[in-house]
């Protein structure tokens, strides 16, 4: 009897071993996933038979990400200085636009971005949207034509950036390897080197090239990836800094935006080459400021109440210069206007980058000419006319036809970061504003949406007006202006960690705008000056909620 129950007792041993490592190892399996059966799927919660294998332990399936996984909520908030050492009479920086206060405080915005981005990695339909709103003294040249332009009467203006929906379509073609983005409704520019949003930016004083060119689009752009290393542009808008329709548009044309973008170098060296071209002129629709305390009357200004005469040095009115009906001397829904940039990137190594951006600018609707004589002709014309007593305003009023007006500058740009704290950047840039119509000065609340929508603009101020300051200037002549400027990025590290709050950028910088060409553009403490230097600081404090 001894070796049955032995064997009795070993089978029911065996046995329950058997049954204990099924239990033990269902079980295991069912509380730990991460330990799967090898080339099996993972077995369900309740304790069925497990399929003999070797069990391996491999990485945890990520689940499934949803489609506001993505969405995000940031911002910052952006204040500096402009110091100009010549201490202008006027407290105007020319030249400038988001840095135009002299020697005062400048509350330059607070900045809310709120976006679903489109994957990059995505290999369906994919879908985003984008909304970024502002509001600061910046925004006076972030505005869209009719969309809160007027909505706060000081410096601090309000209104949006960007409000756009996108969308990526995997239509994989031999011209689409990558498929094809969409975007729809109001964006950004893709022209140039600088942004809007300040912290993207090396330095808290902009570039010519930035200040006088596009800012912001109301339109559709289509971006097709043909290979991986180049992408093709194409939209249509509906101008610079306008919406749609009356009045958020100033003329009744399209305009088209599009060009080509290169990825080289493993994505070391990125070429964009932009465009956007077609009618900018504004319909005149309160050419001769009626309604305005001041106004034209039998051809002459004059002023009634609560302005400035409108020869006071300093404060040239808009005659002879915008607001006027005839100067365009054009159709304003066909004089072309051009704004192209070549704009290329090298990351030469991991800290030191190279940017150069390239720009050419055309107006076809000004720079009037009169039976062969060009515009800063007629002055001189019509004293030699009515000195042999003929008609000594002829030139002027007669028939006239346009020649256009044209600029092209270049910034080439370093950037060294030095540690996580420090980067040093530089810029220099020459720019030609051919015929002194690009670069202009705005120091009404109102000035550019007013000269943007086709009312009079009597405290704007350009070269070419031809009064005040600029009484013997003629008109259309011409400024070449260079501009070197050294700064840092500080972004030290916060020594308490605070809600909400991710950083903090500090940025000042050195600056020297000068001419070579003789002219004297700029403004000092007695008059105009031929140069101005700068020192400017902005601190931005970047947020994120979400």
Request: net charge neutral; glycine share 12%; proline share 7%.
């Amino acid at each position: 009897m001894k070796w049955p129950y032995l064997s009795t007792v070993a089978a029911l041993s065996l046995a329950t071993s058997v049954t204990s490592a099924a239990y033990a190892q269902s079980k295991l399996m069912e509380v730990d996933p991460t330990l799967i059966e090898e080339n099996q799927p993972a077995p369900p919660s309740a304790a069925k038979p497990v399929k003999k294998g070797r069990i391996v332990k491999g990485p945890a399936v990520a689940p499934t990400p949803g489609w506001l996984d993505t969405l995000t909520i940031d911002g910052y908030v952006e204040g500096g200085v402009a110091l100009n050492f010549n201490q202008p009479f006027n407290k105007l920086n020319w030249g400038h636009l988001y840095t135009d206060r002299a020697n005062w405080p400048t509350f330059n915005g607070a900045l809310l971005t709120v976006q679903r981005p489109l994957d990059p990695k995505a290999e369906g339909y994919d879908f985003g949207f984008k909304f970024q709103g502002q509001i600061g003294e910046d925004m006076r040249y972030n505005h869209y034509l009719g969309v809160l332009d007027y909505a706060i009467r000081s410096r601090t203006q309000i209104g949006p950036i960007e409000a756009n929906i996108q969308a990526h379509f995997p239509w994989i073609s031999p011209i689409s390897e990558g498929g094809v983005d969409l975007k729809v409704g109001m964006f950004a520019t893709y022209n140039g080197a600088e942004v809007i949003p300040a912290k993207d930016n090396l330095f808290y004083s902009h570039s010519y090239i930035f200040n006088f060119g596009p800012f912001i689009h109301t339109g559709a752009m289509v971006t097709t990836h043909v290979k991986p290393w180049l992408d093709v542009y194409t939209g249509v808008t509906s101008g610079v800094n306008t919406s749609l329709g009356w009045p958020g548009d100033n003329n009744a044309a399209a305009s088209f935006h599009g060009g080509f973008g290169f990825n080289l170098l493993d994505g070391n060296l990125t070429i964009m080459a932009i465009t956007h071209t077609g009618p900018e002129n504004q319909r005149q629709t309160d050419p001769l400021g009626v309604g305005w305390p001041v106004g034209f009357a039998n051809g002459f200004p004059f002023t009634a109440t609560g302005w400035p005469n409108v020869l006071t040095a300093g404060w040239p009115v808009n005659q002879g210069g915008f607001g006027a009906p005839g100067l365009c001397a054009c159709d304003v829904n066909t004089a072309i206007r051009s704004f192209n940039n070549l704009t290329t990137t090298w990351k030469a190594t991991e800290n030191l980058t190279f940017i150069t951006d390239i720009s050419f600018m055309l107006e076809s609707g000004w720079n009037n000419s009169s039976f062969g004589l060009p515009q800063k002709a007629w002055g001189a014309a019509n004293a030699i006319v009515g000195g042999l007593g003929g008609n000594g305003a002829f030139w002027g009023t007669a028939p006239a036809y346009p020649m256009g007006a044209r600029a092209f500058g270049i910034a080439q740009y370093f950037s060294y970061k030095i540690n996580d704290i420090f980067k040093l950047n530089g810029r220099a840039e020459f720019y030609r504003d051919n015929n002194n119509f690009f670069v202009s000065g705005y120091p009404g609340y109102f000035d550019a949406v007013n000269l943007a929508h086709g009312f009079w603009c009597p405290s704007c101020i350009s070269q070419n007006l031809g009064t005040g300051l600029y009484a013997n200037r003629p008109v259309y002549s011409g400024t070449s202006y260079l501009a070197f400027t050294l700064g840092m990025t500080i972004t030290p590290e916060l020594p308490v960690k605070l809600p909400y709050i991710t950083g903090l950028i500090i940025r000042p910088e050195l600056r020297w705008d000068t001419t070579v060409n003789g002219t004297t553009p700029f403004f000092s403490r007695n008059g105009l000056s031929s140069n101005q230097g700068m020192f400017n600081m902005d601190v931005i404090v970047p947020f994120t909620l979400l």
